[in-house]
């Protein structure tokens, strides 16, 4: 396992809202992406606005999964991916707006999604 600087980055939208509603907003998908890109956050992310005020950038201490110890993501979704499909069929978003939310294939969350309705 290694370490490294895991970076994630939103566009701003709306340049009129703050920028605590928008990372709590970018909070909440945070865990999730870092695990699709198969790290996992080990420290408190730092937070920013870039300079021309177009983006939220979060710069967080990861760590790589433990080969022996990493879900394959690619046959099988881990419970915190598997959560946030749930939730987010949940709110009623569409398979094809669920896939495209997290990265993965329609066919996956699928699985995971009919489970709620």
Known sequence: ????TYVAVWPIVDPARPAAKLIAEARAELDIMAELAGVR????PTWSV??????LVC????????PDRQDDLRGT??????AHIH???????TIRQIA??????????????????
């Open 1 to 4: 396992m290694s370490e490294l």
């Open 41 to 44: 956050i080990i420290k408190k």
């Open 50 to 55: 870039s300079t021309d005020a177009q983006r």
């Open 59 to 66: 710069l967080a201490t990861a760590r790589t999964f433990d």
């Open 77 to 82: 979704v881990s419970a915190t991916v598997r």
């Open 87 to 93: 939730q987010l069929a949940t709110a009623g978003m």
């Open 100 to 117: 495209e939310r997290v990265g993965l294939s329609p066919r996956t969350v699928g699985r995971y999604a009919r489970q709620v309705r």
